[in-house]
Structures are given as structure tokens and as C-alpha cells.
């Protein structure tokens, strides 16, 4: 997969989990702990964009 299309895939999934938190979030009784995974694993797609992003010939 090229570059630019896998750092477009993970922006797509890295959305698609900042929707997941906002809906887990407002939920009468969130569940803390999927909170907490959503967003490690959000945090993660993050890091490896701005990997692969600083490493992409410019």
C-alpha cells in the first residue's frame, strides 16, 4: 500500500474512533474502561500518521 494511502486509511479510522468515543461518551453510564481503550488506540493511529508522515519524502 503507498504511503499516502495507508496514512488515509489510518485518518478513516482514526475518525471513525473519534465518533466512537464522542457516542461512548454520551451515553447515560459510559464505560470508562472502552473509553480508555478508544482512546489509546486513537492515540496510537495518531503516532504512527505522524511516523509515517515525517518519514514521507517531501
Known amino acids: 500500500m503507498p504511503m499516502d494511502a495507508r ?3 489510518l485518518e478513516e479510522r ?3 474512533l473519534d465518533r ?3 457516542d461512548e461518551d454520551r451515553r ?3 464505560d470508562d474502561t472502552e473509553l480508555v481503550r478508544l482512546k489509546l488506540e ?3 493511529l495518531k503516532d504512527e500518521m505522524e511516523r509515517l508522515r515525517s ?3 517531501h
Open 20 to 22: 466512537r468515543i464522542t
Open 14 to 16: 482514526h475518525a471513525a
Open 42 to 44: 486513537k492515540l496510537r
Open 7 to 9: 496514512i488515509a486509511s
Open 28 to 30: 447515560p453510564k459510559p
Open 55 to 57: 518519514s514521507r519524502p
